[in-house]
């Protein structure tokens, strides 16, 4: 059964650091490509940044420069590395993926806060 798993929210200072990583199982293990979603109270998900099973990247607007998403094969494991954050930054954030066989994010984890004091 294909599942998602990520953990490394929590509370920083602005200007800190935080890694996200995302676990995958099941058949999306082999997926075309896996993606960061977040969503921030009252506003709707969207889309942070992206990478593709050929290792191509893309980003938002509003995160280049301070963040870089990144996977490990082996461990089937994407992570995104936030840097610089900002209050703004605040918001929950979801991992996805689609499968081998389409381009579509089918696939999403739980979610975890990610909480950015001024």
């Known amino acids: 059964q294909a599942q998602l798993v990520e953990s490394g929210g929590g509370l920083v200072q602005a200007g800190g650091s935080l890694t996200l990583s995302c676990v995958a199982s099941g058949n999306i293990i082999s997926s075309n490509a896996m993606a960061w979603y977040r969503q921030a109270p009252g506003k709707q998900r969207e889309l942070v940044a992206t990478i593709t099973s050929r290792g191509s990247t893309n980003y938002a607007d509003s995160v280049k420069g301070r963040f870089t998403i990144s996977g490990d094969n082996a461990k089937n494991t994407v992570y995104l590395q936030m840097n610089s954050l900002k209050p703004e930054d605040t918001a929950v954030y979801y991992c996805?993926?689609?499968?081998?066989?389409?381009?579509?994010?089918?696939?999403w984890g739980q979610g975890t806060q990610v909480t950015v004091s001024s």
């Open positions: 996805a993926a689609t499968t081998q066989d389409s381009w579509s994010y089918d696939y």
